[in-house]
């Protein structure tokens, strides 16, 4: 069974950090591409880092030098070191993990990130 659990989502100051996990499990995360989208409410869904089995990095512009991605292969988690949070940041964080080639993919439930002014 293909799991993604996200955790470490919460309540945080502007400026604060927090950092988030994905656990996977079922299929073979080495073989994927891991991606961090969010959504806030009433927006579309909006990716906001990606790493390649062979951890290269992507970022969203808005993201860049505060945010941090990176995956264990041997420990099936991706992580997203969250740094100078600001109130738009404020959404629910999904993992999602995505095979480059065969284009299986699969969704975290979410974990939701509150960043207060």
């Known amino acids: 069974q293909v799991q993604l659990v996200e955790s470490g989502g919460g309540l945080v100051q502007a400026g604060g950090s927090l950092r988030l996990s994905c656990t996977a499990s079922?299929?073979?995360?080495?073989?994927?591409?891991m991606n961090w989208y969010r959504q806030a409410p009433g927006k579309e869904r909006e990716l906001v880092a990606a790493?390649?089995?062979?951890?290269?990095?992507y970022y969203a512009d808005s993201m860049k030098g505060r945010f941090t991605i990176s995956r264990d292969n041997g420990k099936y988690t991706v992580t997203l070191q969250m740094n100078s949070l600001k109130p738009e940041d404020t959404a629910v964080y999904y993992c999602?993990?995505?095979?480059?080639?065969?284009?299986?993919?699969?969704w975290g439930q979410g974990t939701q990130v509150t960043v207060s002014s």
């Open positions: 790493i390649s089995s062979g951890s290269i990095t």
């Open positions: 079922g299929f073979a995360f080495s073989l994927y591409v």
């Open positions: 999602n993990a995505r095979r480059p080639v065969g284009g299986n993919e699969y």
